[in-house]
């Protein structure tokens, strides 16, 4: 019998190489396995299994995670406020690690003898793969042809051709990859550090004109209800990337460190992902003592970087999630937004929870729990350590 193979298969070049050369070559019983986490249409799913068995598949499979991705990492990363050096929602990084473990738990239930993507060796993606796979399939042997056999695209092409493939490969100018928490945008600029992407590299163009305001309703940090009308957090999630794609909302490019040591440079846009990160980062300001925003931003923070790289089955990201959703207490209430053309503003807050409501006092103005006396005497002792260290500075000099 031959031996099984299960190919992570996304329908592009890489994959479409992997899948000849697994049977042609190698002599495997290629399975395909596709993972939805709320990037791809019907239409595109349809496409891409009807080429994975012209291609040799024996078995096409689509694996949809995105109800998984919303409740075990997206709510996290938006409870964190979590954004890559201030700029990147996390995008693809968190959207490629449930896609591997997807992969990884599907080739260990299915008993494969290996289990192969279409990484390069250049790539972050390689590291999630791998370690994936490593970790949840560990008697399943990882094969990645292009990364071990070092091809290059032309080469990939000029194999399927030989082996009777015709299909158009044009490398397409932009690289695009469309997921439910934003699309990366990669091509010539972003390989440079002073070029922007233009208009036109973006999957969404601007249609609406006129500014609109919108109301999101978060109960316990999580979007609930958009407009007063009620739905799922992932169906809410898609109907404002719908909305904000209409005004070319959530548009920048992001430059990091990845795993591998070297800068990257990569456009997205990401119009739900930013827009709720900052509604629901506004609501935690009227709702969330001090301190809880201050841990909560440190902690949040390297949640990100250790999703970003690979280390999400590390149990201290589980002890980081209750930390997270235990912030979340009182974090409800409705945010209003202002869409316009190419941005948004956050108009405001109305929460049960909101600290600034207080009776006890208003800033700037007014206070009931103190009179001036108490306030004189806290300044007195709240600046005393500084006065004691003056004092030194003056008594030696």
Request: aromatic letters at 10%.
């Amino acid at each position: 019998m031959k031996k099984k193979a299960i190919l992570a298969y996304s329908g592009g070049l890489d994959t479409s190489y992997c899948a000849v050369y697994l049977s042609r070559e190698l002599g495997l019983e290629v399975h395909t396995v596709i993972v939805n986490s709320g990037g791809f249409s019907p239409e595109e799913l349809a496409a891409i299994e009807k080429r994975a068995y012209e291609l040799g598949s024996v078995q096409h499979e689509v694996i949809d995670v995105t109800q998984r991705f919303y409740h075990d990492c997206l709510r996290y990363l938006l409870f964190g406020n979590v954004l890559k050096n201030d700029t990147y929602p996390l995008s693809v990084s968190a959207e490629r690690m449930f896609q591997s473990l997807a992969i990884a738990e599907y080739a260990r239930q299915n008993k494969a003898d290996y289990i192969v993507h279409g990484s390069t060796g250049a790539g972050n993606d390689q590291v999630r793969f791998d370690v994936a796979f490593a970790v949840i399939a560990p008697d399943t042997e990882i094969i990645a042809p292009i990364r071990d056999k070092k091809l290059s695209r032309q080469e990939e092409i000029e194999y399927l051709q030989k082996n009777g493939f015709e299909m158009s490969w044009e490398k397409a100018k932009y690289s695009i990859n469309v997921g439910i928490w934003g699309t990366s945008v990669g091509g010539v600029e972003t390989l440079t550090s002073h070029l922007a992407l233009p208009d036109s590299a973006y999957p969404s163009q601007p249609t609406a004109t006129d500014a609109q305001q919108i109301e999101i309703t978060f109960e316990k940090g999580e979007p609930v209800a958009l407009n007063g009308e009620k739905m799922d957090s992932v169906a809410l999630i898609q109907r404002l990337n719908t909305l904000g794609a209409s005004y070319a909302i959530g548009r920048d490019t992001h430059v990091g460190d990845t795993i591998l040591g070297i800068k990257g440079r990569v456009g997205f846009e990401a119009p739900a992902a930013l827009m709720l990160i900052k509604a629901h980062h506004l609501l935690e300001k009227h709702t969330c003592s001090r301190w809880q925003l201050l841990h909560k931003d440190n902690l949040a923070n390297w949640y990100g970087t250790l999703l970003h790289e690979a280390q999400y089955l590390d149990p201290v990201m589980r002890d980081m999630e209750a930390f997270l959703a235990s912030s979340q207490a009182r974090v409800s209430g409705k945010v209003s937004v202002r869409l316009q053309p190419y941005r948004f503003d956050l108009l405001g807050v109305v929460s049960p929870y909101d600290m600034m409501q207080s009776k006890a006092a208003t800033y700037g103005e007014t206070n009931d729990a103190w009179d001036a006396r108490d306030a004189k005497g806290f300044i007195k002792i709240f600046g005393n350590q500084l006065k004691i260290h003056a004092s030194l500075d003056d008594a030696n000099n």
